[in-house]
């Protein structure tokens, strides 16, 4: 039996990889994931916010120390306040690369087009095997169109396949007008993999200001569903690997990942819940199902459970109305 999968043209001995996060911050931590069977490592996001900042003393155009803006820009945080600056970043990827025998994933996040994207070249010379272009954005301006924003993420991809060699994995929200037409696009645009998806923190009200908070839970099985929804209806229609993020808490939900036609799934808050252990875990248990169906390879179960129908559109429409109907009087 072998468990061994492809990702962004990267072979990798099973699918179960940690995802970006501070897991990865410190090189012991970083030996141990490798030590507890994490497939891959993905560093934390370096910030688009952060590159500008060091280069142009300046955030999405804007002086920070210019009262016009101060408000504005209030929410960003201080330089000195990230665990890495930009160049510490480069170097951080130098010593992991130097750690582990695992491929190692850098991760680069933001919204535009901005010189900061430059910044994928030195990262490929620090030696990362691919890279993560992590896109968290809400789209709160009501003059900017869902095309708008589609095709800037779109020219965002283009020209960063220009830029370097290395595979580029793109990091996305659900919260897109057509989904699937993104895909597709980025897919066209060289994407050699989507990650299903991002998570959106959502801040809460402190009464006692009142003011808005930052609130940050773990994640559990109930954020899966989605996911699964879009693999599946993507597993074949895309060139490019799928990798799901979010909502992956135990072996069961793993496997549902691989079935729904994920070839690598990312783990976060089930590693900070359990250890580096819990990869050997989750391995196990796949092992265990493959040969309780008597699958020799992982390639036989993936995309096995297909959301494409015949057509896509009235399966969805069919299992909508029978979800509904299922409910008693």
Not at 58 to 83: G, K, S, V
Not at 115 to 124: C, M, V
Not at 179 to 189: I, P
Not at 194 to 204: C, E, G, K, S, T
Request: aromatic residues 8%.
């Amino acid at each position: 039996m072998t468990m061994e999968t492809k990702y962004l043209g990267l072979t990798l001995a099973h699918p179960f990889m940690v995802g970006a996060s501070p897991l990865a911050d410190h090189l012991d931590s970083v030996k141990r994931l490798e030590d507890g069977g994490s497939a891959a490592v993905v560093l934390r996001s370096l910030f688009e916010e952060q590159i500008t900042m060091a280069a142009s003393a300046r955030i999405h155009q804007m002086d920070p120390l210019d009262l016009a803006f101060a408000r504005t820009l209030a929410e960003f945080p201080r330089p000195e306040t990230y665990p890495l600056s930009p160049a510490d970043y480069l170097e951080h990827v130098r010593r992991v690369k130097d750690t582990v025998r695992v491929p190692v994933i850098a991760s680069l996040n933001g919204t535009t087009s901005e010189s900061w994207a430059r910044f994928a070249t030195s990262i490929e010379q620090a030696g990362a095997d691919a890279l993560e272009l992590n896109i968290y954005e809400m789209a709160t301006n009501p003059d900017e169109s869902a095309l708008g924003i589609e095709t800037r993420i779109r020219d965002l991809v283009t020209d960063l396949k220009r830029s370097v060699t290395i595979p580029i994995a793109v990091k996305l929200g659900p919260f897109f007008t057509a989904f699937g037409h993104v895909a597709r696009q980025l897919d066209r645009a060289g994407a050699d993999g989507l990650i299903l998806f991002n998570r959106f923190y959502q801040p809460d009200i402190d009464l006692l200001g009142p003011t808005m908070v930052p609130r940050l839970e773990l994640s559990t099985s109930a954020e899966l569903l989605l996911r699964l929804q879009w693999l599946s209806s993507l597993h074949g229609q895309v060139r490019c690997s799928l990798a799901v993020t979010g909502g992956v808490a135990t072996p069961a939900d793993g496997i549902k990942s691989i079935l729904a036609g994920a070839h690598a799934v990312q783990l976060v808050s089930a590693i900070l819940r359990h250890g580096p252990g819990y990869f050997a875990a989750m391995r196990e248990g796949l092992a265990r199902w493959m040969d309780s169906k008597g699958f020799v390879s992982i390639d036989q179960a993936r995309g096995l459970i297909d959301g494409r129908a015949t057509d896509a559109k009235l399966f969805e429409r069919g299992s909508y109305i029978r979800t509904l109907q299922s409910w008693p009087s």
